[in-house]
């Protein structure tokens, strides 16, 4: 106790490791931050540690009674800090971003229900602060007045330093490329702590806004020319046959079109998709040469690409970044156009990806998440519900929607089949592959419990009467399997994975089938992410010209067979472009002398990509006006709680 109480280092590690407890206290307590494996806790555990040695540290520069009072008041700060962040939660379910605080309707309506959301335990909080208040009176006079040494202020800063990066070193472990993605503000938080998420969204915000304020309504005329460049005629035969229809939108978690048809143990992986692919009573189309176009946005890039027909961005995940943009979004238009309701379904937070931000600027109606769907211990694996009892439990809310007078726009996120795919042992219906590379291995079992789920929702759609009258469209979200397996994948393919394999093996499935028109079978057509929304349009008899959009209709004749990667790559029917090589698709041997033509082609998909960019960092869409009764999305009209979950449940 002596040298607790003589040594100003003493009263510094008892605030520390006051703040320590505290903040892990109010962790488990009051946010639900979803860790599901030790390594996560573990993080959980020791984050507060750098943030309280660096910004706690700075008391130890002062000396005598002023660093008693410095280390009160950064302790306070603190407090406040997190305790706002706790009122926040309680009423937004996420922390505080600059977005969140420049938002004025969460401002106003947080500060109308303070009262509220305070609870009584809340005191507590305040607790190491009393206690050090006390000790301060007492040990005040202890501590000397005399020159500070600097030496162990900065060690105490540097360990701070040094703590965080084995902190961050660690998180990567459990999720590669933690800072660059940034995907959902929670797990931020339950990996690096709340201060360290609000210096990140601080760094982050103040980069966006600075590139969106250079930004004015010219640079979206030379966006414009392009796309309308770009633009192909609607396929006459097609427009229009899909209009007031209702849309069911089935998202195949990390599935790559590899897995059709393929044979494990002789035996197919995916009878259900392959009997749809091959179905000789002209139901669905199959796109063979369909790519994924995302990026480190994974599924919310697939999901930006296919509602906005934009690509996502180099770095990190548009709808993380990107949250507050104008956007001209696929379920609002159909709202305008044809008073769609639209609709998502995910068995998960709903703070994944920001969907419960981002959802808000894309018009979309209805949200349901993790809260709307039983999701006892034996429902779930990995990141969330299984996508059987998904597509079950999503069945009630569906039918709802189905018995309003207006048509439907659902979209159906599976999960299971998710790396690192993992089931439970009565889940399992086909043996794991044998490379010994267990995600490889495990991949094909997650792809069969997918399979069967489909065949599970195509059955009670049909019961329902749903699927008679519904567009219904499938499609993967990006790939499951990384470069890291490729001698796996190697000897799962019978071929070596060079980048052009690979590149190829970015395939996913894209299918469609619109009611009362007869499909064409298998379509080999070059085709990608961003050209699903025109295709949608003309579908449902909407001109897509009067819209900004990278792609284009995938069933026109003037569509153009070349699909740009996220990272500058593209193919063609003939050529592919991998990592700065061009290759010949036929031969796979690299092209010494590629055509004027193909640079050109080269160089147009890396000006797209850039307009792309200039489209989401400038928020350009906010100077443009795609028709005059175009009415800008409200963000304010939406709100993703329970209340409506509960109704149709
Ligand atoms: C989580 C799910 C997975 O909600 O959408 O996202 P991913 O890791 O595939 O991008
Ligand atoms: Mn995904």
Known sequence: MKSLKSAKMGFFILALLLFWLK???????????????LLQHFLLFINPLSSGLVLLGLALFFKGNRFGITLLIIDTLLTLFMYANIMFYRDYDTFITIQ???????????????????EWHDFLYTLDLIVLGVLFRKWKTDWPEVHVNLKKPFAVLASGVIVFTVNLGLAEIDRPQLLQRVFDNNYIVKYLGAPNFAVLNTVQTVKASAKRSMASSDDIKEV??????????????????????????????????F??????????????????????????????????????????????LMDNSLYGLPQ????????????????????????????????DEKSFWNRNQ?????????????????????????YGLKDKPFFKQSMPALEKLEEQDDPFYAHMLTLTHHYPFLLDEGDESIAPAETGDGTVDRYFQTARYLDESLEQFFKDLKKKGLYEHSVIMIYGDHYGISENHNRAMSEILGEEITPL???????????????????????????????????????????????IQFGTDMFSDEHRDFVPFRNGNFMTEDYSYVKNVFYDNETGKAIEEPTAEMKELRDQVHYELSLNDEVLNGDLLRFYEPSNDWEPIDPSKYQYGESNEEENR
């Open 259 to 304: 897995l059709i048809d393929y044979k494990l143990h002789g035996e197919e992986v995916t009878p259900f998709l392959n009997s749809l692919v091959h179905d000789k009573s002209k139901n669905f189309t199959y796109f063979d040469n369909f790519f994924h176009q995302t990026g480190q946005g994974k599924t919310a890039d697939a999901e930006l």
């Open 501 to 547: 394999k690979n590149a190829n093996l970015q395939r996913v499935p894209f299918m469609i089938r619109v009611p009362g028109v007869d499909s064409q079978g298998i379509n080999h057509e070059y085709t990608g992410q961003a050209d699903v929304m025109p295709t949608m349009l003309h579908l449902l008899g909407i001109n897509a010209d009067n819209y």
């Open 23 to 37: 903040t892990y206290i109010i962790y488990l307590s009051e946010f639900n931050l979803g860790v599901n494996n």
């Open 316 to 347: 990190g995940a548009a709808f993380v970044t990107k949250d507050t943009n104008t956007y001209q979004s696929l379920p609002a238009i159909l709202d305008q156009k044809q008073n769609y309701t639209s609709a998502v379904f995910h068995g």
């Open 100 to 118: 969140t605080l420049m938002q004025t309707e969460n401002a106003s309506s947080i500060g109308k229900s303070v009262l509220n959301l305070f």
């Open 224 to 257: 414009e020319n392009y796309t309308n460049k770009k633009y192909a005629e609607p396929n006459a035969e097609y427009f229009g046959k899909a209009t007031g229809k209702n849309i069911i939108k089935i998202h195949l978690e990390s599935f790559q079109s």
């Open 358 to 382: 981002i959802y808000k600027h894309l018009g979309v109606d209805e949200f349901y998440g993790s809260s709307y769907y039983d999701m006892s211990e034996e429902k779930v694996v990995n």
